[in-house]
């Protein structure tokens, strides 16, 4: 691999800091970063040949078969411990029978030939790793373990040997991330509540039910959730066990390789939603405490746990926890073919005090003693590596901290992401929709929490994701219409609530599309108008499926409102896609009348044009524009296929016209509505 140019003279300025002047202090941190990850390249190219070498711990640690010399290497990072013996049904769980030899830097390591064991370790055999520490013995499981099994009875989880007779057939050579997908149209989605049977989904029905729905509605990435082996249904696939093993809950490895390949032939990128922010502190199914040192993996004492999550935290200063972390990075890309990341949990990394219970109001936040360094060297390593790994991959950061240079190249100052979050946006539309009336709503305000985002930085802005809709909370959908979402969705129901909602749902959806960032994300059903929250099987709620499912009988009755919010969601991501939109530089407020609660504005050629008042349309609404010609609406709310009011005609083409010695446009601006308009 080649080395990332870092070289920058004493003297230099920064990209990043020549964009924002308030940076200058803290040029001396930044070029200290970079120096820190021109070493730390130098030493791994120096022990390990190159970054991508290095991050091949997986093809080492754990069980893998060697055909060379026909059987199977076991080999285990734990440098405290004081034996270990590999156990299952290939030795009859016997404890002593199959003794690891401690070799250099802390690994332990056992070969068990095909002469003795062809017919005893198979696809499908069971087996673990019995750790004699000086704090007692257990059996665990492997740090590498491809893939876990739990036992129906008595829930206990037990590795398990796979390895198919031939391996997965790909079709997906044609697919390249930057000819499908030029901006992000990102489904976020769960596979196991992918269904609306009250049960665990399958890989395969994903496939085969939800990815054609993905496909017509144009979405270009999949984001998928709870992929890493975790041992609670409930977390959400955020208290991670097992890195390396894919959710057994929802199949097979080769079952979630076919979803990827038919993503990929439909033109659909596969986001991995990975958690390198932390790891699930259950010693039976994870890392924590595994040679009996209190640290290895992670931090020992207070430091190694969340004090919020209730998790453990990885030591990033570890070269082994480095190399185990980019390992896993590499392992899912090239394994499973995902086309990139969604890292989890990234201000948690950044800071020592993980962003609980603080507000990030002074750049010097982002660069003193409270930065995890670190954690950002690591960062800087990832991304580097996942480039390297696969052209034009993406990464998404979930911060909600903003840092600077978070989502710029290593090389101009930033840490290498593509894309961060928009966090602040589904925040404030739950805050308005919560505590403030329809009429009270401030356009200014509005229009500076779309907008505001660091130049030359990349956000994904979405109105609500999987957050949001989390038990105790409720789809956006059901904070607008509340109880009427259950009795008054029929397709012939003038309920006022219902209308509102509708009305509101669709221009929320596209003013966040429109004004907040360079991608957008939904969250699976919520594009529809789904109803409820997400609570998935626990002791509180008798362990229902009720609120873990997705129920597309809603938008699929013909007699209900729900398949209108799901053809506007599909005409809103065909505009977007065929305009360009996302790829254009932000928006140019035109427009922002408080008295009629108009707000207009400009991106990509297009007109925006929103009244979001309660009541009041206003014939013959006069407003500039910054190119004169002839429009046409090209998208409005109102169209009766939206179960609107039909009170524009879509048809009527609009010309421009010299008033006050500016250019304007004239429209019929209707209530409740959102128009967007192009030149013709």
């Known amino acids: 691999m080649k080395?990332?140019?870092?070289?920058?003279?004493?003297?230099?300025?920064?990209?990043?800091?020549?964009?924002?002047?308030?940076?200058?202090?803290?040029?001396?941190v930044l070029l200290a970063r970079q120096e820190r990850l021109r070493q730390r390249l130098q030493e791994i190219e120096q022990s390990h040949g190159s970054l991508s070498?290095?991050?091949?711990?997986?093809?080492?640690?754990?069980?893998?078969?060697?055909?060379?010399?026909?059987?199977?290497?076991?080999?285990?990072?734990?440098?405290?411990?004081?034996?270990?013996?590999?156990?299952?049904?290939?030795?009859?769980?016997?404890?002593?029978?199959?003794?690891?030899?401690?070799?250099?830097?802390?690994?332990?390591?056992?070969?068990?030939?095909?002469?003795?064991?062809?017919?005893?370790?198979?696809?499908?055999?069971?087996y673990k790793v019995h750790v004699v520490t000086h704090r007692g013995a257990k059996d665990r499981l492997p740090a590498t373990l491809r893939r876990a099994v739990q036992d129906p009875e008595t829930k206990d989880y037990t590795g398990q040997v796979w390895r198919p007779e031939a391996p997965y057939t790909w079709t997906d050579q044609k697919f390249r991330i930057n000819n499908y997908v030029r901006e992000p149209f990102i489904y976020e989605c769960h596979i196991g509540m992918a269904t609306e049977e009250g049960k665990v989904s399958s890989y395969l029905e994903f496939a085969e039910k939800v990815l054609p729905r993905v496909q017509a509605l144009g979405y270009n990435c999949l984001q998928l959730m709870a992929v890493m082996e975790h041992p609670y249904y409930g977390s959400?696939?955020?208290?991670?066990?097992?890195?390396?093993?894919?959710?057994?809950?929802?199949?097979?490895?080769?079952?979630?390789?076919h979803l990827i390949n038919e993503a990929h032939n439909r033109g659909i990128a596969v986001l991995l939603d990975v958690v390198h922010s932390h790891a699930v502190k259950n010693e039976a199914e994870g890392l924590a405490d595994f040679d009996g040192s209190g640290g290895q993996y992670f931090h020992a004492g207070p430091r190694g746990n969340h004090p919020g999550w209730d998790s453990k935290l990885f030591n990033y200063g570890q070269p082994e926890v480095q190399q185990f972390l980019l390992s896993n990075l590499r392992y899912w890309l090239e394994e499973f073919h995902f086309d990139g990341f969604r890292f989890d949990g990234v201000t948690s990394m950044l800071y020592h005090h993980h962003g609980e219970g603080v507000a990030f109001s002074s750049y010097a936040q982002y660069f003193g003693p409270e930065a995890d360094e670190d954690a950002i060297l690591y960062l800087q390593?990832?991304?580097?590596?996942?480039?390297?790994?696969?052209?034009?991959?993406?990464?998404?950061?979930?911060?909600?901290?903003?840092?600077?240079?978070?989502?710029?190249?290593?090389?101009?100052?930033?840490v290498g992401f593509?894309?961060?979050?928009?966090?602040?946006?589904?925040?404030?539309?739950?805050?308005?929709?919560?505590?403030?009336?329809?009429?009270?709503?401030?356009?200014?305000?509005l229009w500076y929490t779309l907008t505001n985002r660091r130049v030359g930085e990349k956000t994904v802005a979405y109105a609500e994701s999987h957050d949001q809709a989390l038990v105790g909370d409720k789809?956006?959908?059901?904070?607008?219409?509340?109880?009427?979402?259950?009795?008054?969705?029929?397709?012939?129901?003038?309920?006022?609530?219902?209308?509102?909602?509708?009305?509101?749902?669709?221009?929320?959806?596209?003013?966040?599309?429109?004004?907040?960032?360079?991608?957008?994300?939904?969250?699976?059903?919520?594009?529809?108008?789904?109803?409820?929250?997400?609570?998935?099987?626990r002791q509180g709620n008798d362990w229902s499926y009720h609120y873990a499912r997705r129920q597309w009988s809603l938008a699929?009755?013909?007699?209900?409102?729900?398949?209108?919010?799901?053809?506007?969601?599909?005409?809103?991501?065909?505009?977007?896609?065929?305009?360009?939109?996302?790829?254009?530089?932000?928006?140019?407020?035109?427009?922002?009348?408080?008295?009629?609660?108009?707000?207009?504005?400009?991106?990509?050629?297009?007109?925006?044009?929103?009244?979001?008042?309660?009541?009041?349309?206003?014939?013959?609404?006069?407003?500039?524009?910054?190119?004169?010609?002839?429009?046409?609406?090209?998208?409005?709310?109102?169209?009766?296929?939206?179960?609107?009011?039909?009170?524009?005609?879509?048809?009527?083409?609009?010309?421009?016209?010299?008033?006050?010695?500016?250019?304007?446009?004239?429209?019929?601006?209707?209530?409740?509505?959102?128009?967007?308009?192009?030149?013709?």
């Open 418 to 445: 593509n894309y961060r979050l928009g966090m602040g946006i589904p925040d404030y539309w739950i805050k308005l929709l919560k505590h403030r009336r329809d009429e009270d709503w401030n356009l200014g305000e």
């Open 475 to 537: 789809t956006l959908a059901h904070w607008l219409m509340d109880a009427a979402i259950y009795s008054h969705m029929s397709k012939n129901d003038p309920d006022p609530v219902v209308a509102r909602g509708m009305a509101l749902h669709k221009m929320i959806r596209l003013i966040t599309l429109a004004l907040g960032g360079e991608a957008y994300l939904t969250f699976i059903g919520n594009e529809f108008g789904h109803p409820e929250w997400v609570d998935f099987p």
């Open 236 to 257: 959400f696939g955020y208290h991670v066990a097992n890195f390396f093993a894919v959710s057994s809950r929802f199949g097979t490895p080769e079952e979630l390789k």
């Open 53 to 126: 070498k290095f991050a091949t711990a997986h093809q080492q640690m754990g069980l893998n078969y060697d055909a060379r010399r026909r059987g199977y290497w076991y080999r285990e990072w734990a440098p405290a411990a004081e034996g270990l013996f590999l156990v299952g049904d290939f030795n009859g769980w016997d404890r002593a029978a199959t003794p690891l030899k401690k070799g250099e830097n802390g690994v332990w390591e056992v070969f068990l030939s095909d002469k003795e064991y062809k017919d005893r370790l198979t696809h499908y055999s069971r």
């Open 381 to 414: 390593l990832a991304s580097t590596l996942v480039q390297e790994i696969k052209r034009g991959a993406l990464l998404i950061a979930e911060d909600m901290s903003g840092l600077p240079g978070l989502c710029r190249p290593i090389s101009e100052g930033g």
């Open 3 to 28: 080395t990332p140019d870092l070289t920058v003279a004493s003297t230099a300025i920064l990209p990043i800091v020549q964009q924002d002047s308030w940076l200058e202090p803290f040029e001396p």
């Open 556 to 680: 699929d009755n013909p007699d209900l409102k729900y398949q209108y919010l799901l053809a506007f969601d599909k005409a809103m991501i065909g505009m977007a896609k065929s305009r360009r939109l996302l790829a254009a530089a932000h928006a140019h407020l035109l427009n922002n009348d408080p008295e009629n609660q108009v707000l207009i504005f400009e991106r990509g050629g297009l007109i925006f044009v929103f009244n979001f008042h309660v009541e009041r349309s206003v014939p013959d609404y006069r407003f500039f524009v910054p190119k004169p010609g002839r429009y046409r609406v090209v998208l409005s709310s109102d169209s009766p296929q939206f179960d609107g009011f039909n009170r524009v005609d879509d048809a009527l083409i609009y010309e421009t016209f010299q008033e006050d010695e500016v250019d304007k446009l004239s429209l019929y601006v209707t209530s409740r509505t959102a128009l967007v308009l192009a030149r013709v």
